[in-house]
């Protein structure tokens, strides 16, 4: 898993020229993206339904954090969130039960080059496909690591075969560029499930650069979300929460509370009325002693409490 990597997988979230690593200055990535495929669902039909599957160990920070980004990616009407360990069964029975029931699926974890990072191959296995290198992977991830680590030249067969597990897929599976300077793509089967890093950053920039490649409904047929922050503890709220739920049930709204450890609480409120949702974020936010916030403020917060938290 993540922990276990060497420095150019977990490093993944580094891009290239934005100063995000620490590594010597390396120069300014600019890899193609993939075209915009086909709808995978058939023509009309759109994405309302989403589940994640948290693959290996997990912090509540680190659920906290896929679970907010799936949210803001999507704001799906229905939404399922699974945490299971790294073993094969496991990931066989849940992708093919969540692939059958959910418009979009997610895993997160377990692509990384050590023995317990099963989850291609597991896949692989759960949807009747064989396992082969991706030419375009290992050449995006051979031209980043001879400027960020010169030394993966002077790796032995043992390691070289580590490195190349990561760019080993199910031979079926469509593979997605989503970001220039990122050697690590979206890997997608069954035309709804798709696989992502564990590391709760890159987990979310990839979702979010997704997006673009995703069947969403017309932006008038999306549902509204209003975050609002609190410092309250979640326990104060809660009774609170309880009842404005159960007032709004019948208009469609979803009412949500994401805790920042230590920090706060967010409350998400989810509807397709935008003027009802806007109300209801004011009404929440005066009875909180709260603030409305973008998705740009809410995601820099859990960025400076993962950071705070390294």
Sequence with gaps: MTANLPPSE????????????????????NFPLSEIPKNPLGEGRYIKTAAALIIGPS?????????????RALNSRRKR???????????????????????FVITSGGIGPTHDDITYASLAKSFNQSLVHHA???????????????????QNN??????????LFPDKAEVLFVARDLWVPVVRLEGKLCVFPGIPRLFQRMLESLTPFLPLPPPDQRPCRQQVF????????????????ARTKDQG???GSYPLLSYGVYV????????????????????????????????EMVRQKEKGAA
């Design 158 to 167: 043992e390691q070289k075969t580590a490195r190349e597990r990561m760019a």
């Design 253 to 255: 709204v979803r009412v």
């Design 59 to 71: 912090t509540e920070t680190q659920t906290s954090s896929h679970d907010t980004a799936l949210n």
């Design 10 to 29: 977990s490093e993944l979230a580094s891009t290239g020229g934005s100063g995000t690593s620490t590594q010597k200055t390396e120069p300014e990535y």
């Design 230 to 245: 609190t410092t309250l503890p979640e326990s104060s709220i809660a009774p609170y929460l309880t009842e404005l739920q």
């Design 81 to 103: 969130i699974e945490v299971i360990a790294d073993d094969e069964n496991e990931i066989i029975e849940a992708s093919r039960r969540m692939v059958k029931s959910y418009d």
């Design 268 to 299: 998400s409120l989810i509807g397709l009325d935008a003027a009802a949702v806007r109300s209801l974020a004011d009404e929440v936010a005066g009875k909180l002693n709260g603030r409305l916030v973008t998705d740009e403020e809410a995601r």
């Design 136 to 154: 375009e992977t290992l050449s995006r991830m051979a031209e980043m690591s001879k400027h960020r680590w010169p030394t993966m030249a002077q």
